[in-house]
């Protein structure tokens, strides 16, 4: 793309980018020609410019998807500052600024509108916003859309029919990690038209990776403490309950450490006001180290944190390797610690357990198809469920065909038997619980692998790094695999296969003595690539 172009100079003239990044130009132009574009880029390289810079060139306001609430204001902030027009329509805003954005958003005066998927979900305010005529669609944290994704969020499965009722104007769905059957599962269900992809290597070399295994969980926190107090700040430690995330801020000191540290804890039960406290602060300077669940992460665009240390074993590599990639966005050393006990996965296992019976979901099929258009709270009544048992038997028939959703989202029976519904529901939720356990695995796998971590995490997701990092734990212990020649025909890195017992799948990772497959049905599995020789088990798919 010749770099006088008029992305170009948009970006260096109103945002004071003198240099685009790799994949973000290529992106912006198709926005502007028109074409939906997924685009997967690592943490940090910049995704909400790929929509911000087309959002100004074409007429029309700029619909922003961002799946929370805090996320969704550090965005409206940073598009603020060169300009007006931005505008927030989302739960925690107040009625009457509510009513105002949308307003604007009607008569497009508002550049960017930026929405969360349940304000999506509203027939009124999808009518609102189509009326402005909008000229771009930006869906930020995309994998959120996909069910086999590592952060799936039901809300997100409804945007595919919302960008059709908003007249489908050009879509950037954006995300830092997609493996290959993700990337697939967002273009079908945002229903993305030829779309450009653009997945730019998800390496990040600056970041050290190390683990650390603990066979006593006291001995693990005070290694939490020790690291957190030697290593240089800020940095976020990442824990899997709130009651951990209390407990160690507790432990390190609260606002001022018996070290000096400023520590603060964050999890999803804190008040709205807490939240944001601790969020701002942090991006502030105010804070050297943040505790925190999972909650804590996406909108953290703080190029400085120098670690992410993981007090729980994350539950896939997915995941891992989205929130490692918060430390270093500046290109300075950081590291990525890990320090793991065997009972969190134990607990991660048992927690993917408790499946909804096939009575429940038949019982749910049954009640839309007599009800059919029936709310919510109508369906409620009917089935006697609480709302989340309620949501996933819908969100299950809706996968497997035998329901559909209006343009106000409610649901419509296809005709299938609703006992022939509960089946096919029920099949569905054990094959995703199957993938979600794999991923489980696969991280355990992680902890205990003698390769390169590196080679390992981005194989996981599909790409092939040829040589050993040389920065991580293993290859500083010289107990690396040497890489295998990369293979031809269906033992290629992204080759589509079949197995014998698992069905089809994508290769991800070959390595000197595995060959690492994400079968459709049944998730990650790891062969023995000389018993896959062998027996042939491996066929082009």
């Known amino acids: 793309m010749p770099e006088d172009s008029e992305v170009a100079r948009t970006a260096r003239d109103v945002f004071g980018w003198e240099q685009l990044r790799p994949g973000q130009q290529e992106a912006m132009e198709a926005l502007v020609a028109g074409r939906d574009v997924l685009a997967v880029l690592p943490t940090g390289a910049g995704k909400s410019a790929i929509y911000q810079v087309p959002g100004l060139l074409r007429r029309?306001?700029?619909?922003?998807?961002?799946?929370?609430?805090?996320?969704?204001?550090?965005?409206?902030?940073?598009v603020e500052r060169v300009g007006d027009g931005a505008v927030q329509v989302n739960a925690a805003v107040p009625?009457?600024?509510?009513?105002?954005?949308?307003?604007?958003a009607r008569r497009a005066d508002a550049e960017f509108v930026f929405v969360t998927p349940e304000q999506l979900a509203d027939p009124e305010v999808l009518r609102t916003l189509r009326?402005?005529?909008?000229?771009?669609?930006?869906?930020?944290?995309?994998?959120?859309?996909?069910?086999?994704?590592?952060?799936?969020?039901?809300?997100?499965?409804?945007?595919?029919?919302?960008?059709?009722?908003?007249?489908?104007?050009?879509?950037?769905?954006l995300t830092a990690t997609a493996a290959p059957p993700v990337r697939d599962d967002i273009v079908a269900a945002l229903g993305l038209r030829d779309p450009l992809v653009i997945v730019q290597g998800l390496d990040r070399p600056n970041i050290e990776l190390d683990v650390r295994a603990f066979a006593d969980a006291e001995a693990r926190r005070l290694a939490v403490i020790e690291h957190v107090f030697a290593l240089p700040h800020p940095g976020i430690v990442y824990v899997g309950t709130r009651r951990e995330a209390r407990e160690l801020a507790d432990a390190l000191g609260g606002d001022?450490?018996?070290?000096?540290?400023?520590?603060?804890?964050?999890?999803?039960?804190?008040?709205?006001?807490?939240?944001?406290?601790?969020?701002?602060?942090?991006?502030?300077?105010?804070?050297?180290?943040?505790?925190?669940?999972?909650?804590?992460?996406?909108?953290?665009?703080?190029?400085?944190?120098?670690?992410?240390?993981?007090?729980t074993t994350p539950d896939s590599p997915d995941a891992y390797l989205q929130e490692l990639g918060r430390a270093g966005r500046d290109g300075e050393p950081a590291w990525a610690l890990l320090l793991h006990h065997p009972a969190d996965l134990a607990l991660r296992r048992f927690?993917?357990?408790?499946?909804?019976?096939?009575?429940?979901?038949?019982?749910?099929?049954?009640?839309?198809?007599?009800?059919?258009?029936?709310?919510?709270?109508?369906?409620?009544?009917?089935?006697?469920?609480?709302?989340?048992?309620?949501?996933?038997?819908?969100?299950?028939?809706?996968?497997?065909?035998?329901?559909?959703?209006d343009a106000r989202g409610r649901p419509h029976g296809l005709g299938l038997d609703p006992d022939a519904a509960g089946r096919a529901g029920r099949e569905q939720a054990e094959r995703h619980q199957q993938v979600v356990r794999s991923r489980i695995a696969l991280m355990r796998d992680y902890v205990s692998t003698g390769r390169c971590r590196r080679q390992f995490l981005l194989g996981a997701m599909g790409e092939r790094l040829q040589t050993p990092c040389g920065s991580c734990?293993?290859?500083?212990?010289?107990?690396?695999?040497?890489?295998?020649?990369?293979?031809?025909?269906?033992?290629?890195?992204?080759?589509?296969?079949?197995?014998?017992?698992?069905?089809?799948?994508?290769?991800?990772?070959?390595?000197?003595?595995?060959?690492?497959?994400?079968?459709?049905?049944?998730?990650?599995?790891?062969?023995?690539?000389?018993?896959?020789?062998?027996?042939?088990?491996?066929?082009?798919?």
């Not at 009625?95 to 604007?104: G, K, N, P, S």
């Not at 198809?369 to 048992?389: K, Y």
């Open 95 to 104: 009625t009457a600024e509510r009513a105002a954005a949308l307003h604007a």
């Open 131 to 173: 009326a402005g005529r909008p000229s771009l669609i930006a869906v930020d944290e995309a994998h959120c859309v996909s069910a086999w994704g590592h952060d799936f969020r039901p809300d997100y499965r409804q945007l595919g029919r919302a960008i059709e009722a908003l007249g489908h104007p050009p879509v950037a769905a």
């Open 256 to 311: 001022t450490g018996p070290r000096g540290t400023r520590v603060a804890g964050y999890h999803a039960g804190l008040a709205g006001a807490r939240r944001r406290a601790v969020h701002e602060a942090f991006l502030g300077g105010e804070l050297d180290v943040v505790v925190a669940t999972s909650a804590f992460g996406m909108g953290i665009d703080k190029p400085d944190i120098r670690f992410v240390l993981h007090a």
């Open 473 to 541: 734990d293993t290859c500083r212990a010289g107990a690396t695999e040497v890489p295998a020649v990369a293979a031809a025909g269906p033992l290629a890195v992204a080759g589509r296969v079949s197995h014998p017992r698992w069905g089809a799948g994508v290769v991800m990772d070959l390595a000197a003595q595995t060959v690492t497959v994400l079968f459709d049905a049944v998730g990650y599995r790891t062969l023995a690539l000389n018993v896959v020789q062998a027996k042939g088990l491996l066929e082009p798919a």
């Open 351 to 405: 927690l993917s357990g408790g499946l909804p019976g096939e009575d429940r979901i038949a019982m749910v099929a049954r009640a839309v198809g007599e009800h059919p258009g029936a709310s919510r709270a109508e369906l409620l009544v009917a089935t006697g469920l609480g709302r989340q048992s309620l949501g996933r038997a819908l969100l299950l028939l809706e996968q497997v065909g035998a329901v559909r959703r």
């Open 60 to 78: 029309g306001p700029t619909i922003v998807v961002s799946p929370l609430v805090a996320l969704q204001h550090d965005q409206h902030a940073a």
